[in-house]
């Protein structure tokens, strides 16, 4: 255990961004899934901006590198244009 005040809050605060981290990395992942298994077109054009957006978040905040947003965002708008 660290010994240090600031290294103690350290830990607390990378233990509380660790669990949000997770929950937003989640949702994104099923809502990717979500989109992929979508068969109408224009269903899937709607919710397409909101998925867009959960990956440009997780990329500004370094949760997911940059490229892989980019990939993702590059195969799931392939995937809606050819419905």
């Known amino acids: 255990m660290a010994n240090h005040k600031s ?3 350290r830990i607390r605060q990378e233990s509380k961004r660790r669990i949000l981290n997770r929950y937003y990395k989640k949702s994104a992942r ?4 979500k989109l992929r298994l979508m068969t109408e077109k224009e269903a899937a054009v709607s919710f397409l901006p909101k998925v867009v957006r ?3 978040k997780l990329a500004k ?3 997911w590198h940059v490229n ?3 990939n993702l965002k590059s ?3 392939k995937r809606v244009h050819s419905l």
């Open 7 to 9: 290294s103690q809050k």
């Open 30 to 33: 099923t809502a990717i899934k």
């Open 54 to 56: 959960m990956i440009d």
């Open 61 to 63: 905040k370094n949760t």
């Open 68 to 70: 892989k947003a980019a």
């Open 75 to 77: 195969s799931l708008m």
